[in-house]
């Protein structure tokens, strides 16, 4: 009999994912599971849970958005046995539940869970923290910290869009010193992402051919976020083909240093955790997650 842990955040996007639990642990209970279910009460309550339970289950349920996912994952990533994991969107966007191709409706999100499908994924380092979907500096820890609450929730993932055309108008330089596998750089930047997954805000966006299987960061750096440089992010997010253009760099690498002109704050999968300078890497296939048949690797 499989062993599940259920964690959930009741405070995760509206908190409608709650309302759907008892019928989704019924569901696995049927299904022969032994569920354990915890509902958490304060932030880093999910991370205690997974390191007292991680040694005795098959398989942990995150249930929340991408910063409930994010807390357990760190806690995760670096045990030595690590349970296969699944998620049960409940967050505003949902961005690494998306490119594993599960549904946003928790009920169909548990019939996939209990479907079993599985697949080895990709987890990203900075030294500090473990990272699913994107690591970053610049424009984009700017628009995620700007973000009002009510905007959020009246919005929902397109108020991330709003205040990226905001910031863009008048985002803040910084000169950016870069190493990795095949790519040196060295000037003006406003933004460096490092991405995993293939979602952000909650569209598919920046990484179009990007893979969380492949041990490699698709890594996509602004110099200089003028419209030409924005339309070239269109464009490829439109063709299905990565950025191009002179104000941007696109690459893949399985590593690379990263140091700038003054302390830039770093967003882990939507989460504000220290400072450049960073050195990133990649584990290839360090955590096993239950995916929908429409996963996109």
Known sequence: MKHTVLIVNPNAGDGSLLSTIDEILLRFRRAGMSVSFHQTARPGEGAQIVRAEAENADLIVVGGG??????????LAPLPRR??????????CNDFSRTLGI???????????????????????????YFLNFWGIGLITEVSSDIDPKEKERFGRLAYYFNALKHAVNPTPFTLHLEADDVSYHGPAQLLIAGNGAYLGGYRTFFPTSRVDDG????????????????????????????????VLYFRTHQMHVETSSPQLIDCDGEKKGTTPATLSVFPDHLTMLVGKQHTF
């Not at 991408?66 to 806690?75: H, P």
């Not at 698709?218 to 299905?240: I, P, T, Y």
């Open 66 to 75: 991408d910063g409930t996912l994010a807390e357990m994952v760190n806690a």
């Open 83 to 92: 349970p296969h994991m699944a998620i049960l969107p409940g967050g505003t």
């Open 103 to 129: 549904s946003q409706d928790p009920m169909e999100a548990a019939e996939q869970i209990l479907s079993g499908r599985e697949r080895s994924v990709d987890v990203g380092f900075d030294g500090r923290s």
């Open 216 to 247: 490699l960061m698709d890594v996509f750096l602004v110099k200089d976020a003028s419209f030409d440089s924005l339309w070239s992010w269109l464009r490829s997010h439109w063709a299905g083909k990565p950025p191009e253009g002179e104000d």
